[in-house]
């Protein structure tokens, strides 16, 4: 079974740049999960979904972060404009949203902001 | 609320020794507990999980038992290899809530040597 797909694996861009990461959840997941992992702050959730409907965005940064999830294969990440803080790995996950249950995280992408 | 306390890193060890990364957790409730292993370049995975209290998880050599008594949940494998060296994340779910968002610990590095 295919497990939990992002992409891209790596961004480089510029400040002030528009930059959207995508993420395609395991078949049949409820929920969906969005984590920013960087060195001096370890793993930290920024928003999760649940049957593609936002239930916790309160760990969105600020407002030039958004994501969205238009159904119940994909989701985006969007950060505009871009500033090189935002430099981190994001991970996308997802899981049966049943309560419990556990969640499978994608390989992130690796974002750079120059 | 809820949270994970995991012994801080770096774990370094010689290969074939036994290893123990203790984890403790506050929770209100009987939450599922979960270790996570990262490898370098990876997005996280799931190594084990338990239930219940006494419920003993397992996986590759890897085990960790529910202590509802001492709150714990320590990882323990009799014998590691290099291949092990990776980052250990212990983690809780509310199974009461409805919800599959995990609260994770801040993660234990572990170095095998030669």
């Known amino acids: 079974d295919a497990g939990v797909i992002q992409s891209p694996r790596h961004e480089v861009t510029e400040m002030g740049q528009e930059v959207t990461l995508r993420c395609k959840p395991i078949?049949?997941?409820?929920?969906l999960f969005w984590y920013r992992q960087t060195m001096m702050r370890g793993l930290e959730l920024l928003i999760y979904?649940?049957?593609?409907?936002?239930?916790?965005d309160s760990g969105m940064p600020e407002d030039r972060f958004s994501a969205k999830m238009p159904n119940a294969s994909f989701s985006t990440l969007k950060i505009q404009p871009s500033e090189p803080r935002d430099s981190a790995v994001y991970f996308c996950?997802?899981?049966?949203?049943?309560?419990?249950?556990?969640?499978?995280f994608g390989d992130g992408t690796r974002l750079s902001i120059l | 609320g809820n949270s994970v306390t995991q012994m801080e890193g770096p774990v370094t060890l010689s290969e074939e020794a036994f290893l123990t990364i203790n984890c403790t957790y506050t929770?209100?409730?009987?939450?599922?507990l979960f270790w996570y292993v990262q490898y370098p370049g990876e997005g996280l995975q799931l190594l084990l999980k338990?239930?219940?209290?006494?419920d003993k998880g397992s996986n590759k050599g890897f085990e960790a038992t529910y202590r509802k008594e001492t709150t714990s949940f320590h990882l323990e494998k009799g014998s590691v290899q290099v291949s092990d060296s990776a980052v250990y994340f212990c983690?809780?779910?509310?199974?009461?809530?409805?919800?599959?968002?995990?609260?994770f610990g801040t993660g234990t590095r572990l170095q095998v040597f030669p």
């Open positions: 996950a997802s899981s049966a949203g049943q309560g419990g249950q556990p969640q499978h």
């Open positions: 078949s049949g997941h409820n929920s």
């Open positions: 338990a239930t219940k209290a006494d």
């Open positions: 983690a809780l779910s509310d199974p009461r809530r409805n919800t599959d968002k995990l609260i």
């Open positions: 929770a209100t409730g009987y939450p599922s």
């Open positions: 979904f649940n049957n593609n409907v936002p239930i916790d």
